[in-house]
């Protein structure tokens, strides 16, 4: 009986849990980042239909998406939205340069990174039907990386930290994570707004099963509304995004 | 002197590379005029009957003939005197009428056309943007269309919500594209091209519905610049 065990069950157990970074074949769903780049000082209600539009998408996709909302100027400076912030104004551009086709404008949804972008609203209805067109196919997707998210306090500090494990079976070099904290202001309309957005330094390399604790930034700022902080894992120019989450700040 | 004679026309023979019309004199061709017709303009309906025909005149005093063709209808009768009667065709379009004058040596060959008015309206089919489209405000969006009349096409015209937005020249060949600059209204909007018939201006249509998605300029990289 010794003998049996010894020689036939002793093996290396097989790893075919698809949820194990060990196992080759391993994998995640994919959570599709939704940012949308809006201005709600201005008084068309283009950007109210989509945040509406968005509501419903969370409603129908769950924690299989994350969304941010982004504030951004518009033409002429007319029509201020204090809401407004720089570090988003400068990954819209970012966005609108690597796509490179359009004009800038408000709304404008970059899906994935620039990976897909829905500009324009004419009514709640047309712009959730071109969104749904749009992240139905990508939320059946895997991603080849798993993301937790570690944040903490310390005093007024909010700590953002992340492990990351690289899935599959091949190694990924020079990505990063972003960390965005959003603040709902009024847990209506503005209920997803970014008031700041930080980036880990270049992780080089991960290989294929590896796991690796990545710390991203401290945010020292204080806010009223509740929060939420958004981890993004993206290649390097920050414009193509491969895995999201999202994490309450407490 | 029989043999002075036999040289001289030798000498002529081999001067004038063998050819009899320079040492004989050259042969005229007919002389002819246009081709004339009992319909000044020559645009005429389908299968209306057009006289045609021509003054020629043989500077050799010979007999001339004729023979008349056409591209398209019908003659009438015979086609190898100075005149003919033709009946258009039942379908619209631009024709040719061409007449050959022949004298014993040479001949002369005059032609005209003749248009056809077609009664129907010019095709016209939208390929891009498809039913359902969503253009954004202030975008240039290509439309490609194909349009075409018997008549050809005068010209195409833009229309967003019922409104003339732009009209283009028409051209030959069927395959045409355009720019809609979306500068509408947002909102549902018809988008339609109609198409304007030479000779006959009938017009043809066919439209798309789209969704005009409104979006507020952003502030360019300019304004930012300057904001710093």
Redesign the interface.
């Known amino acids: 009986m010794f003998a049996l065990l010894l020689f036939g069950a002793c093996d290396d157990i097989v790893r075919d849990n698809v949820l194990d970074p060990k196992n080759p074949n391993s994998f995640r769903p994919q959570v599709v980042t939704v940012e949308a780049?809006v201005?709600t000082g201005?008084p068309?209600?283009?950007?109210g239909y989509l945040l509406a539009a968005l509501d419903s998408l969370q409603t129908m996709f769950g924690a299989r998406i994350v969304i941010a909302e982004h504030h951004?100027?518009?033409?002429?400076?007319t029509y201020n939205d204090n809401l407004v912030l720089d570090d988003s104004?400068l990954l819209?551009?970012k966005y609108f340069t690597a796509v490179n086709e359009?004009?800038?404008?408000?709304?404008?949804v970059y899906i994935n990174g620039i990976g897909e972008r829905i500009?324009?609203?004419?009514?709640v209805s047309?712009?959730l039907f071109?969104l749904q067109n749009v992240l139905q196919p990508l939320i059946s997707e895997n991603s080849s990386f798993t993301i937790e998210p570690d944040v903490s306090r310390s005093g007024n500090d909010i700590i953002l930290k992340s492990t990351v494990a690289r899935l599959g079976s091949d190694s990924a070099i020079n990505f990063k994570l972003r960390a965005m904290l959003l603040e709902d202001i009024d847990g209506d309309s503005n209920k997803r707004v970014v008031r700041k957005i930080i980036y880990s330094n270049i992780v080089p390399q991960l290989s294929a099963g590896e796991v690796t604790s990545v710390y991203i930034g401290t945010v020292s700022e204080n806010y009223q509304g509740k929060l939420t902080a958004l981890f993004f894992l993206t290649s390097q120019n920050d414009t193509e995004v491969y895995q999201a989450i999202a994490e309450s700040v407490q | 002197m029989k043999y002075l004679f036999a040289s001289l026309l030798v000498v002529l023979l081999i001067s004038s590379g063998c050819d009899p019309e320079k040492i004989f004199g050259e042969k005229k061709p007919p002389e002819v005029g246009e081709i004339q017709s009992d319909d000044a303009d020559l645009i005429v309906m389908p299968l209306d009957t057009v006289r045609f025909w021509v003054q020629a005149t043989d500077p050799e005093n010979g007999t001339l003939s004729y023979d008349w063709s056409k591209s398209g209808g019908q003659f009438l009768g015979s086609v190898t005197g100075s005149e003919v009667t033709w009946v258009a065709p039942a379908v619209g379009g631009s024709f040719k009428i061409s007449v050959k004058v022949s004298n014993a040596e040479k001949d002369v060959t005059k032609e005209t056309r003749i248009t056809v008015q077609s009664p129907f309206a010019p095709f016209v089919r939208i390929t891009d943007p498809a039913d359902g489209f969503f253009a954004v405000q202030w975008e240039n969006v290509p439309v490609k269309f194909q349009a075409s009349h018997a008549n050809g096409i005068a010209a195409v015209e833009l229309h967003i919500r019922d409104t003339l937005v732009q009209t283009f020249a028409g051209h030959p060949g069927s395959d045409y594209e355009i720019t809609w600059p979306v500068n509408q209204d947002a909102g549902p909007a018809e988008l339609k091209i109609v198409a304007i018939a030479n000779v006959t201006s009938a017009a043809g249509a066919d439209s798309v519905q789209v969704t005009i998605e409104g979006l507020v300029p952003g502030k360019t990289e300019m304004e930012t610049i300057r904001e710093y």
């Open positions: 780049f201005n201005h068309s209600p283009y950007s951004r100027p518009v033409t002429g400076n104004e819209y551009d359009g004009n800038k404008g408000i709304p404008d500009q324009g609203a004419s009514s047309s712009v071109r």
